[in-house]
């Protein structure tokens, strides 16, 4: 089976889902349009970057313009015609989506994946019948959750197929790894990009809460990740970061990642707004007790006081209200946390997820009716 992928060849999804259906034998060919680290790539996977002319310019809110997409279509049919692929699958509707859907090739697959579908289309009017025109070129539409099913089916009739994105439980586990804590210390944390949407702000004065309510306790908060907010963030925290109370690590590289998990007592994911919440999965696959908010798609990965807790989305004292009980009682961290590790074998195994995706590859070849 071949298989044209158009995708940002940069976020780890993309790097996930490709070297995974790789190793599962298909011959995989992506087309983006940037710049990235070959070496997170299998070798035997064909990857073609589409270089910007330079009369594309960016916006000042740094997205790319649609005429980027535009000007790379010759460049994608001359890549159609030479590979001639199985399977043309696109991952982000608003983007390459768009580009996909100008080639009239079937079958034609587009995955949604989050943004593309809860913010694009509420932009305006002309936003709206994008994404509409969009969603009536593909073969079959996928998402990683059912609230972002939901959200999908408000711009198309089609049905959409949920694949979970998981994660593979041979690397997420719990296990010792080098701390940069100490032993005694009570390590809450966050593996989350510095991005308004995460809550990271919230999670910071709920610390100071704790700070202030439990100090007979050693508290640390580790910050994992990096973004747009980092700068802010620090200011914010900049008192404490003196005190070495909370640490900051910057951008981390996927593949250690399994390790900063393993480092947190208490993972929390205070999110604005979330369609799925990968981190949070990778956090319980640890045996950590996750506390979440009650938005997007990140009830359904959280059993509520089983696997974690849920709380209200931009209320720092209810989230230090829930990190405090797990403060407090370290059997019930450690019992949310193997309860946790549980759910996610059974429900967000990756090679499970992979397998189900390849299934409806083969599902939709065998129908032949394009």
């Not at 439990?214 to 910050?223: D, G, P, T």
Request: hydrophobic share 40%; net charge positive; with cysteine.
């Amino acid at each position: 089976m071949k298989i044209l992928v158009l995708a940002d060849p940069v976020p780890s999804h993309t790097v996930k889902w490709v070297n995974s259906l790789s190793e599962a034998g298909i011959e995989i060919l992506l087309f983006g349009l940037s710049e990235y680290n070959y070496e997170l790539y299998n070798r035997d996977i064909n990857i073609e970057i589409y270089k910007t002319p330079n009369s594309i310019k960016y916006r000042t809110d740094g997205s790319i313009l649609k005429s980027l997409y535009l000007s790379a279509y010759p460049s994608l049919r001359n890549i159609l015609k030479k590979f001639e692929p199985d399977i043309l699958h696109s991952y982000y509707a608003s983007s390459y989506g768009l580009l996909g859907s100008l080639c009239r090739f079937h079958p034609f697959l587009i995955s949604v994946w989050g943004n593309d579908v809860f913010d694009f289309p509420k932009k305006s009017f002309i936003h709206k019948f994008i994404l509409q025109s969009i969603l009536t070129k593909p073969d079959e539409i996928f998402s990683t959750s059912k609230v972002m099913a939901k959200e999908t089916s408000r711009y198309t009739k089609k049905k959409i197929e949920i694949v979970p994105f998981g994660v593979d439980t041979e690397v997420f586990k719990p296990g010792k790894v080098k701390s940069i804590f100490n032993e005694n210390d009570v390590i809450i944390g966050t593996v989350k990009a510095l991005e308004y949407n995460y809550g990271i702000e919230n999670l910071i004065k709920a610390f100071f809460i704790l700070e202030e309510k439990y100090k007979n306790v050693s508290l640390k908060l580790l910050i994992v990740g990096g973004g747009s907010l980092e700068n802010k963030l620090k200011e914010q925290a900049k008192l404490f970061i003196e005190k070495g109370k909370i640490v900051f690590t910057g951008h981390v590289p996927y593949n250690k990642v399994h390790e900063y998990h393993n480092m947190i007592d208490i993972a929390v994911f205070p999110s604005v707004s979330e369609s799925f919440g990968v981190s949070v999965i990778e956090a319980s696959a640890c045996e950590k007790p996750v506390i979440i908010t009650d938005v997007g798609g990140m009830p359904e990965i959280v059993d509520n006081n089983i696997t974690g807790i849920i709380v209200k989305s931009l209320d720092e004292n209810k989230l230090a209200e829930a990190i405090g009980k797990l403060i407090i009682d370290k059997n019930l961290r450690r019992g949310m946390g193997e309860k946790g590790r549980k759910k996610v074998i059974k429900d967000f195994y990756w090679k499970n997820n992979v397998d189900k995706m390849i299934s409806h590859y083969e599902s939709v070849l065998k129908k032949g009716t394009f």
